[in-house]
């Protein structure tokens, strides 16, 4: 069967790919704005092929001839309204997915925890865009939308200033509160699951009326104490200082990292969901029944980040 990846350039896609090309049944083909990001590994794989397609355009996408797609919605930080762009490229996505796909097997969605809200979420609405609109498509038998944790991976920005000047900065607060966290290599894993499932033929169908279907994916729950001990067991540093940014300062953090002003407000927003006033803090539900507990810990990935590994 073949298995469409959209785009095929982020981490999660990447790490998604390599274990689709190890299975036997599977053929992939990845959308990359830059054909230059296709890895080589990639590339000398007779299973895969890559086309050049912007989600950002229609006209460069063609989904001819796929069984299965999965549709990752990226972030944008070069100041335009997130939430328009989102809307947009979930909109030209599902569009070329009716327009050029007769018979999708199944369709897997990445979104986020939160996804299911539509206010309150700042920067996770952009996931939730693409749960309603690609979600949503007729042309696919079955939708699977997965929800990830907090990306353990996120804490590789501590590493530079670790490093440097033996502090890290925390937007999470206070630093005893604890999140659920996963790694990329678990979300990928989930992905390549729900895609293989059908491709090797021992799949069961969703229930009827389940779809699109929703399931969460975590980990274990770390807090920034967490996160200041597991450095200092990996570095060695002793005393490792944090600075924690409160609630009201969020903003001003990420607009001071660079972030273009509306684009540092809705991850402001998604930064206060989480912690205590937040949506999601106050107001968990409604979850899926189905929340998958994943096993990596946070000491394995800050070791591979501290050692320069985990980077595409």
């Given at each position: 069967?073949?298995?469409?990846?959209?785009?095929?350039?982020?981490?999660?896609?990447?790490q998604t790919i390599r274990?689709?090309?190890?299975?036997?049944?599977?053929?992939?083909?990845?959308?990359?704005?830059?054909?230059?990001?296709?890895?080589?590994?990639?590339?000398?794989?007779?299973?895969?092929?890559?086309?050049?397609?912007?989600?950002?355009?229609?006209?460069?996408?063609?989904?001819?001839?796929?069984?299965?797609?999965?549709?990752?919605?990226?972030?944008?930080?070069?100041?335009?309204?997130?939430?328009?762009?989102?809307?947009?490229?979930?909109?030209?996505?599902?569009?070329?997915?009716?327009?050029?796909?007769?018979?999708?097997?199944?369709?897997?969605?990445?979104?986020?925890?939160?996804?299911?809200?539509?206010?309150?979420?700042?920067?996770?609405?952009?996931?939730?865009?693409?749960?309603?609109?690609?979600?949503?498509?007729?042309?696919?038998?079955?939708?699977?939308?997965?929800?990830?944790?907090?990306?353990?991976?996120?804490?590789?920005?501590?590493?530079?200033?670790?490093?440097?000047?033996?502090?890290?900065?925390?937007?999470?607060?206070?630093?005893?509160?604890?999140?659920?966290?996963?790694?990329?290599?678990?979300?990928?894993?989930?992905?390549?699951?729900?895609?293989?499932?059908?491709?090797?033929?021992?799949?069961?169908?969703?229930?009827?009326?389940?779809?699109?279907?929703?399931?969460?994916?975590?980990?274990?729950?770390?807090?920034?104490?967490?996160?200041?001990?597991?450095?200092?067991?990996?570095?060695?540093?002793?005393?490792?200082?944090?600075?924690?940014?409160?609630?009201?300062?969020?903003?001003?953090?990420?607009?001071?990292?660079?972030?273009?002003?509306?684009?540092?407000?809705?991850?402001?927003?998604?930064?206060?969901?989480?912690?205590?006033?937040?949506?999601?803090?106050?107001?968990?539900?409604?979850?899926?029944?189905?929340?998958r507990i994943m096993r990596?810990?946070?000491?394995?990935?800050?070791?591979?980040?501290?050692?320069?590994?985990?980077?595409?």
């Amino acid at each position: 069967m073949q298995i469409t990846v959209i785009p095929a350039s982020t981490r999660v896609a990447t790490q998604t790919i390599r274990i689709l090309l190890a299975d036997p049944s599977a053929s992939v083909v990845g959308f990359y704005r830059n054909p230059s990001k296709v890895p080589a590994e990639f590339l000398s794989n007779p299973k895969f092929s890559a086309k050049q397609g912007d989600i950002e355009d229609a006209s460069t996408l063609d989904f001819s001839g796929s069984d299965l797609i999965l549709s990752i919605t990226p972030m944008w930080y070069d100041g335009r309204d997130i939430m328009t762009v989102a809307k947009e490229v979930s909109w030209n996505v599902r569009n070329k997915i009716e327009e050029t796909c007769d018979d999708i097997q199944r369709l897997v969605v990445l979104s986020s925890m939160g996804g299911q809200y539509d206010e309150g979420t700042g920067a996770i609405l952009t996931n939730h865009a693409a749960e309603e609109i690609i979600g949503a498509t007729k042309n696919a038998k079955e939708a699977v939308i997965v929800r990830p944790a907090y990306f353990m991976e996120n804490w590789g920005e501590a590493v530079g200033t670790i490093k440097s000047d033996g502090y890290f900065f925390s937007t999470f607060t206070p630093a005893s509160f604890q999140i659920p966290h996963i790694a990329i290599k678990d979300i990928a894993s989930t992905l390549a699951s729900e895609l293989l499932s059908i491709s090797g033929g021992t799949h069961s169908p969703l229930p009827a009326g389940s779809s699109p279907y929703a399931l969460e994916i975590q980990g274990p729950k770390y807090s920034t104490e967490d996160v200041k001990r597991i450095f200092e067991e990996v570095s060695g540093k002793k005393d490792i200082q944090v600075k924690e940014i409160p609630k009201e300062g969020v903003q001003g953090f990420y607009e001071a990292a660079g972030f273009p002003p509306n684009v540092a407000k809705p991850f402001a927003e998604m930064n206060n969901s989480i912690i205590e006033g937040g949506k999601l803090f106050e107001s968990p539900e409604p979850r899926t029944k189905d929340v998958r507990i994943m096993r990596t810990e946070l000491k394995d990935v800050i070791k591979e980040l501290w050692n320069g590994a985990g980077k595409e």
